[in-house]
């Protein structure tokens, strides 16, 4: 018996929530908190704990969406294959959603209603991602909204670089999730979701200055050299391995977060090193699409 091999049903609730992205929420949290203008470190675990019970919710939801047509198309997904009851999905994503925005909305208007927008925009998405093919712009809405979240509870609150790093992050995963839209489809991989990837590294070249600048250049070349190797297997091989690729590419959300505080002189850098890294091994065991 393998001692290190979670049960059954945790495994089932681990797959469901996709917490192999789970440190890619974090860093978010960390990157928005600190653009805007950081605080006392409980409030950034705080509003942390309360915005991955919104992600686990939301990804408790979309195989509950999804039922039908996993059923038909994905038969290996929790639902289908039988590991747990679809009732129950629906039950634990909601029951998420609901402790997630009942831990933020008390904090203040602003943060009640980035929350609200946040919690609307994540059932919109579930509701609506496989029949719109503009559900990546709702999927971008929803990490750009995290950042809001995040900086609404620090000391300067929403900011203009709060706003502008989190549209490009929102670019970003825009760009990710049209690429992972041919995951499970036949046919050529497109280029041009790799020019939304882009965003981070054009913004950085476009407002750093002073001690950000050579941060930023130097973390702009790590993360255009990981993108470029993670589109590598979608684009330039002659079976393109799209998840693989999709998968690397959300861990390289870390090293987005990284860029936009584009500062390596503080202890607090690791932690995104830690989370990139932390993803990776996530994926290992749990996958991350």
């Given at each position: 018996m393998n001692l290190l091999r979670p049960p059954s049903k945790l495994r089932t609730l681990l797959v469901l929530g996709r917490v192999s992205n789970v440190p890619t929420v974090w860093s978010n949290c960390l990157a928005g908190w600190w653009l805007g203008g950081g605080g006392p470190w409980v409030e950034l675990v705080w509003v942390s704990a309360a915005l991955t019970l919104l992600y686990l919710g939301g990804m408790f939801l979309n195989d509950?969406?999804?039922?039908?047509?996993?059923?038909?198309?994905?038969?290996?997904?929790?639902?289908?294959?039988?590991?747990?009851?679809?009732?129950?999905?629906?039950q634990w994503g909601f029951c998420c959603l609901a402790l997630g925005a009942a831990g933020l909305v008390w904090a203040g208007t602003t943060t009640a209603i980035l929350t609200l927008l946040l919690t609307l925009c994540i059932l919109l998405y579930n509701a609506v991602h496989k029949l719109a093919g503009a559900a990546p712009l709702l999927m971008g809405t929803c990490r750009w909204l995290v950042y809001l979240v995040s900086a609404s509870v620090a000391a300067d609150g929403v900011t203009g670089s709060v706003l502008w790093c989190g549209l490009a992050l929102a670019c970003y995963v825009m760009g990710l999730s049209w690429l992972a839209r041919k995951e499970n489809r036949r046919g050529p991989v497109p280029?041009?979701?790799?020019i939304f990837l882009a965003a981070p590294v054009v913004l950085a070249g476009l407002v750093d200055d002073g001690p950000a600048r050579?941060?930023?250049?130097?973390?702009?070349?790590?993360?255009?050299?990981?993108?470029?190797?993670?589109?590598?297997?979608a684009f330039w091989r002659r079976e393109p391995k799209v998840g693989y690729a999709v998968a690397r590419l959300l861990a390289g959300i870390t090293l987005v977060d990284l860029l936009a505080v584009a500062d390596l002189s503080r202890p607090w850098t690791g932690l995104f090193v830690f989370w990139f890294v932390l993803a990776l091994l996530f994926q290992r065991y749990i996958p991350a699409t």
């Open positions: 509950a969406f999804d039922a039908n047509f996993d059923r038909q198309h994905r038969r290996l997904r929790p639902i289908p294959s039988g590991a747990i009851r679809e009732k129950e999905v629906w280029y041009w979701p790799g050579q941060a930023g250049l130097v973390l702009s070349l790590v993360l255009g050299v990981w993108v470029f190797w993670a589109l590598g297997h």
